[in-house]
């Protein structure tokens, strides 16, 4: 019986999962890795760590079946997209920590960019809104802050990766810098439309061609890995950012489909098919996973902070144990006796794109409790995905009729019970949260023959539990409007 190992980095943990045929997850190994936080609202990963944790789950999740390289099929890759990896060609080493996609340092290039008018043509290229979050003003900001590194580039000594092509050069020796489509896409250096990176981008942020990774269909044999690595070559033939996988993994294959994944932010994708959306309602139009050249595409509404505000409550506050507790918290109280917590640590996301807003809690008293707080921090995450989904329903035309949801909040019952509340529509949740991990799965098992085709894959998705709305129209509305002024609050600290 052979498996498709399914190598998930994300943004706090790597995992390695093996999939059956059936999409059964068979086995699994997780690791955390540091967060580093350097400065205010500045976020670093060591890459090195990155590859090592990897490589360590990768030869656990092998060890817990008792498999060699000839039991896995295929590797499929996804990764927290954005994060900036800057290399030398010759030793392999970063020449400097990773700069992760939470981070807002290059806030004043994109400020700049915005000011000199050219946030209308990034957007008619890339069809990303202009702002730190991408790659794009990251590799600038490392080649003009790390010494000798402009010089470098300029000499083709140094590469650039996303956390896909990194985890590709190291697995296969450093034969291999690609990237895909959808990893491409969220640079603000790709043409979304010509499929080509773009000269004038590269121009604009001073970055030289020789840097970037060749760009190639999500599901497509990149290489094999290194001999050494696992005891044999194994077909690396899958990679995709996270979001997208996820999209692929619940199935969303038509027009219309859409999912929501509660991971460390929040991401609510929907596939448009062959046609890109320009949105008007503060979205993005990205590329969608896809098993061939002819590629599919997405709008994409972008939540910084959802899983992290509960481990802020777990981590920096200490007022939960346990992610898992933050259930028990929020069943024990009513409602949030008035209070909201918009966990705008990182600025807003989608669709209000503000750099400098800052989290806040508001509207408390003095009955506000611990219970009240924790409440009000999960359904923060509820908020920020209805208020996505109104801007997609905008955009595109269609009402949301029905949501699908992965990642790992999506566990909890009270939030996905309070997510059908504010959406007045179903909410579904399939038997495998691991999405993302399965995306990458069938991309890389459909490149190589593992599954025949989408059927194969239709056909193993099953639903978990579907949560229905109850909630009265007048007591939904009431707490949006409530919201909606939290919102305001955040923005307003942003403010010169």
Not at 279 to 296: E, P, R
Not at 362 to 368: A, D, E, L, P, Q
Not at 379 to 387: N, R, V
Request: charged share 20%.
């Amino acid at each position: 019986m052979q498996y498709i190992m399914s190598l998930d980095q994300g943004t706090t943990s790597s995992r390695c999962i093996l999939f059956d045929k059936s999409g059964n997850i068979c086995s699994v190994v997780n690791k955390e890795f540091r967060q580093i936080f350097p400065h205010p609202g500045w976020v670093e990963h060591d890459a090195n760590e990155i590859w090592d944790t990897t490589y360590e789950v990768a030869h656990a999740a092998m060890a817990k079946l008792n498999v060699s390289a000839k039991d896995i099929a295929a590797i499929g890759i996804t990764n927290q997209r954005e994060t900036t990896i800057v290399w030398d060609k010759e030793t392999g080493e970063p020449i400097a920590n990773a700069i992760v996609w939470q981070c807002r340092r290059t806030s004043d290039i994109i400020d700049q960019l915005v000011k000199d008018g050219h946030a209308d043509e990034i957007r008619a290229k890339t069809g990303l809104i202009p702002d730190a979050y991408f790659s794009g003003s990251k590799i600038q900001w490392l080649l003009d802050n790390v010494p000798g590194a402009r010089r470098r580039a300029a000499a083709g000594k140094l590469l650039f990766g996303t956390v896909d092509t990194w985890l590709i050069w190291k697995l296969t020796g450093g034969r291999v810098h690609v990237t895909d489509y959808t990893n491409a896409s969220r640079t603000m250096l790709f043409n979304i439309h010509t499929l080509q990176w773009d000269e004038d981008l590269l121009k604009l942020l001073n970055i030289p061609a020789s840097m970037l990774p060749d760009v190639k269909p999500s599901s497509y044999i990149y290489g094999k890995s290194d001999f050494e690595m696992f005891g044999g070559e194994i077909p690396i033939a899958g990679a995709a950012g996270d979001q997208q996988c996820a999209l692929f993994g619940q199935c969303c294959f038509e027009p219309g489909t859409m999912k929501n994944t509660y991971g460390t932010g929040c991401f609510l994708l929907m596939n448009t098919g062959t046609t890109p959306v320009e949105s008007k309602n503060g979205l993005v139009t990205t590329i969608a996973a896809s098993t061939s050249d002819q590629v599919n595409y997405a709008l994409e509404g972008s939540i910084f902070i959802a899983g992290a505000a509960i481990q802020w409550l777990r981590d920096e506050l200490g007022v939960i144990t346990s992610a898992k507790e933050s259930q028990e918290f929020a069943l024990k109280v009513p409602d949030t006796a008035g209070g909201y917590v918009v966990p705008a640590f990182t600025g807003l996301g989608a669709p209000f794109w503000s750099q400098r807003a800052r989290g806040c809690v508001v509207g408390i008293t003095r009955g506000f409790s611990r219970a009240h707080l924790v409440r009000a921090t999960l359904e923060s995450l509820a908020y920020q995905t209805h208020d996505i989904a109104r801007a997609m329903e905008r955009d595109s035309g269609i009402p949301i009729a029905e949501l699908k949801v992965d990642g790992g909040a999506s566990a909890n019952n009270f939030l996905m019970q309070f997510q059908a509340d504010l959406l007045g529509a179903d909410v579904y949740r399939p038997r495998c949260i691991e999405t993302t991990g399965l995306g990458a799965a069938y991309l890389a098992g459909l490149a190589v023959g593992y599954w025949e085709n989408l059927d194969d894959i239709r056909a193993n998705w099953a639903i978990d539990k579907t949560f229905h709305p109850t909630m009265e129209e007048a007591r939904r509305k009431a707490l949006i409007k409530g919201w909606d002024k939290a919102v305001k609050c955040a923005l307003l600290w942003g403010e010169e």
